[in-house]
């Protein structure tokens, strides 16, 4: 049985989670903390780090230190998870869904500008698979209109655009480190603050509502309320194993890009028969590996070669249902089809794809996807 994905240890999990219980300061914001906020600042030139319970955590913040209200309009794509945009709907915001581009199931940029209004307040965007959104393109529109850009770049950790990180382009990005993604802690994330005049009011948020953040480093000599906000942040033990994780992002990228290649040139026939569609990477998008999906020319044959890979013990899924016509949106949406969505939501398969995972595996899977379309 080959899973679609399945977490791995690379050792120092364990160590760093009794170091830091032996330590005794299981709470948050510890030396393990510290490690991961000083990783990210140092290699991807952050401006600002905290981690999170969750990336839905992260966003949550965002959407408070965002100021979102009652009738503020968020532009956001369809074809996501849903924590791209509840925490928004959480503050009485609208979304304004926004279409995927053609190529690749990333928001289209070109059909962004249409859809401001004067209410509009953010642009989130959400870099599939690791792959980058247009930003500069994002970005011209953003300012232009004045709208805050949010990253959700929960699968872009280490994935850049024009050869910088993605998550310092939005003035917040959130991260994810979920059992599913690239490196994980179980459940955690992370959000990225770009911009100097959100780091305090984030630390406050952050920590129910109080400045204990302060009170730590010394700079008041009792912490108090100051602000609405909750529990944010996560205890050592999870910092503990993200930072082992951490350790090793060199070689997890180094190899979901080799298996992801394999993936690529083993089904290039498929494509070049027309039968399948490959990932199509922008030139500006330098991605992480974080999926390997096909598009398939319908939804018959997605699921037929799903239930084939599944008869050979092979876990392939399809991915996002479209956000504007789930049970909780639909009757809300009004705008138009959103073809591109539709399209990704019934054709888009991911195949196996985790760092254990072997170079044989991966071209006995492709060459099962070549038995499905060449035996009939
Ligand atoms: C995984 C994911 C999330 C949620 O991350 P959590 O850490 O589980 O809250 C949000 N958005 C996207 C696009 C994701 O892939």
Same mark, same amino acid.
């Given at each position: 049985?080959?899973p679609?994905?399945?977490?791995?240890?690379?050792?120092?999990?364990?160590?760093y989670?009794?170091?830091?219980v032996?330590?005794g300061k299981?709470s948050?914001?510890?030396?393990?903390t510290?490690?991961?906020?000083?990783?990210f600042?140092?290699?991807?030139g952050?401006?600002?780090?905290?981690?999170?319970?969750?990336?839905t955590d992260a966003?949550?913040m965002?959407?408070?230190?965002s100021?979102?209200k009652?009738?503020d309009?968020?532009i956001?794509?369809s074809?996501?998870?849903v924590?791209?945009?509840n925490?928004?709907v959480?503050r009485?915001?609208?979304i304004?869904?926004?279409?995927?581009?053609?190529d690749?199931?990333?928001?289209?940029?070109s059909?962004i500008?249409?859809?401001?209004s004067?209410?509009?307040?953010?642009?989130?965007?959400?870099?599939?698979?690791?792959?980058?959104c247009?930003?500069?393109e994002?970005?011209?529109?953003a300012n232009?209109?004045?709208?805050?850009?949010?990253e959700?770049?929960a699968q872009a950790?280490?994935?850049?655009?024009?050869?910088?990180?993605?998550g310092s382009?939005?003035?917040?990005?959130?991260?994810?480190f979920?059992?599913t993604k690239?490196v994980?802690a179980?459940?955690?994330?992370?959000?990225? +603050?770009? !911009?100097?005049? &959100?780091i =305090?009011?984030?630390e406050i948020?952050? /920590?129910?509502?109080t400045?204990?953040?302060?009170?730590?480093?010394g700079?008041v000599?009792?912490y108090?309320?100051v602000d609405?906000?909750?529990s944010?942040?996560p205890?050592?033990?999870?910092?503990a194993?993200?930072y082992?994780?951490l350790?090793?992002?060199?070689?997890?990228?180094?190899k979901?890009?080799q +298996?992801? !290649?394999?993936? &690529?040139? =083993?089904?290039?026939p498929l494509?070049? /028969?027309?039968?399948l569609k490959?990932p199509?990477?922008?030139?500006?998008?330098?991605h992480?590996?974080?999926?390997?999906y096909?598009?398939?020319e319908n939804?018959?044959?997605r699921?037929?070669?799903?239930?084939?890979?599944?008869d050979?013990?092979?876990m392939?899924?399809f991915?996002?249902q479209p956000?504007?016509?789930s !049970?909780?949106w639909?009757?809300r949406?009004?705008?138009?089809?959103? /073809?591109n969505t539709?399209?990704?939501a019934?054709?888009l398969?991911?195949?196996?794809?985790?760092?254990?995972?072997?170079?044989s595996e991966?071209k006995m899977?492709?060459?099962?996807?070549?038995?499905?379309?060449?035996g009939?």
């Open positions: 049985m080959i679609f994905n399945r977490p791995h240890l690379f050792g120092n999990e364990l160590q989670i009794t170091d830091a032996k330590s299981i948050g914001d510890g030396i393990f510290q490690k991961c906020h000083e990783f600042e140092q290699q991807f952050f401006r600002r780090v905290l981690l999170t319970s969750s990336c966003i949550e965002i959407s408070l230190l100021n979102i009652e009738g309009e968020i956001a794509p074809f996501t998870f924590s791209t945009v925490p928004f959480m009485g915001a609208n304004v869904f926004c279409d995927v581009r053609n690749v199931p990333c928001i289209d940029e059909k500008e249409s859809l401001i004067l209410r509009t307040r953010a642009i989130v965007v959400m870099h599939y698979a690791g792959i980058a247009n930003m500069d994002i970005l011209k529109i232009k209109h004045n709208l805050l850009v949010i959700d770049a950790v280490n994935a850049s655009y024009n050869n910088t990180p993605l382009f939005g003035s917040f990005s959130a991260f994810s979920h059992e690239n994980m179980g459940e955690g994330g992370m959000i990225v +603050l770009n !911009n100097d005049q &959100y =305090e009011r984030a948020i952050r /920590e129910k509502g400045d204990r953040s302060k009170f730590f480093r700079e000599n009792k108090q309320w609405i906000g909750s944010f942040l205890s050592e033990i999870t910092a194993f993200l082992a994780q350790e090793h992002l060199d070689d997890i990228s180094k979901r890009h +298996l992801w !290649n394999t993936y &690529y040139s =083993e089904l290039s494509q070049n /028969e027309g039968k490959l199509q990477i922008p030139a500006y998008a330098q992480n590996a974080h999926i390997f096909i598009v398939t939804p018959e044959d699921t037929r070669l799903m239930q084939h890979l599944s050979k013990g092979i392939a899924i991915h996002y956000l504007h016509s !049970n909780f639909h009757s949406y009004s705008g138009p089809r959103l /073809e539709d399209r990704f019934e054709t398969l991911r195949l196996p794809l985790y760092y254990s995972l072997s170079q991966v899977i492709a060459s099962e996807a070549k038995n499905f379309y060449n009939r």
